[in-house]
């Protein structure tokens, strides 16, 4: 049980960074 949360709490991590990145490049475009 206790692998299974940790893959879980990977898998969120990583959609989280890439939301992060979406709103950077949106920001970029914005000072432009």
């Given at each position: 049980m ?31």
């Amino acid at each position: 049980m206790g692998s299974v949360i940790k893959k879980r709490r990977k898998r969120m991590a990583k959609k989280k960074h890439r939301k992060m990145l979406k709103r950077t490049r949106i920001a970029r475009r914005n000072k432009k």
